[in-house]
């Protein structure tokens, strides 16, 4: 990624404080409104990794067949580009962010994720990102591959049962059923298993679970303990409130 990180790509990032936990566990929209509400840009990793799934997936290659080598070719045509505050990844130069959140992306993300060489290269790309900035960056391998010296790590669990239920509001637009609860606790589960080299605890990260935690008590909580370690006693930006979870 040449000059896609816009300027500063030259200098180690100011502060870091980088956010991970297992799917669904918030990381992603949370790190959003700690990012706005500290006035930082915000790196949300694993939209890499769903954008170089979605590009794999437009070449129709069945995914038992995908190799590393078809996805890292593909790598070229996927770019990492500020709008805002917020990074946003691109293909072929057209942001992409409604295609990554498909049902098919989420399904095979994983295949991609688990790779070695995709993730040495999902994480170039973030670092590039964030030299000369102050960042919230959430995903895998942040606070123990990344960015090992963050000023804040934080590690984000819940429930799975309440992780799936948030996840099925978020698609779906309503509150989901028991049933739809249930199965999709199970994918969840089933992918835990299979991202947990990629979701492990910082030793020095603070863990904080969530399941009985609203939205706004998160933010709240991480902006404080971000103020705390990097002696920045106010908010840098007049911004919205996140967004209650009911």
Do not use: C
């Not at 990793?45 to 995914?63: E, F, H, K, V």
């Not at 509150?175 to 299979?194: G, K, M, N």
């Amino acid at each position: 990624m040449s000059d896609n990180a816009g300027q500063g790509a030259d200098s180690a990032p100011n502060i870091v404080i980088a956010i991970d936990g297992p799917a669904a566990s918030g990381k992603s929209s949370t790190a959003h409104w700690v990012a706005r509400r500290l006035g930082y840009f915000h790196l949300d990793s694993g939209a890499l990794y769903r954008a170089l799934t979605a590009a794999q997936l437009r070449r129709q290659i069945p995914p038992d067949d995908w190799t590393i080598a078809q996805l890292l070719a593909l790598a070229p045509t996927v770019t990492y580009l500020p709008t805002g505050k917020t990074f946003m990844p691109h293909i072929d130069g057209v942001p992409v962010e409604q295609e990554l959140r498909g049902s098919e992306v989420t399904q095979h993300v994983s295949r991609a994720a688990r790779l070695q060489r995709v993730r040495q290269w999902v994480n170039e790309q973030v670092r590039l990102a964030a030299r000369g900035r102050n960042v919230v960056v959430d995903g895998r391998d942040m606070g123990t591959v990344v960015f090992p010296d963050a000023a804040l790590k934080v590690f984000l669990i819940a429930d799975p049962w309440e992780r799936a239920r948030r996840r099925l509001v978020q698609q779906l637009g309503y509150h989901p059923t028991d049933t739809e609860i249930a199965e999709e606790t199970d994918r969840l589960v089933q992918r835990d298993s299979r991202d947990a080299t990629q979701s492990a605890q910082a030793s020095d990260a603070v863990l904080i679970d969530t399941t009985y935690l609203t939205q706004e008590e998160q933010v709240e909580r991480i902006v404080a303990l971000a103020r705390a370690v990097t002696h920045r006693p106010g908010a840098t930006s007049a911004v919205d409130e996140p967004p209650r979870r009911t």
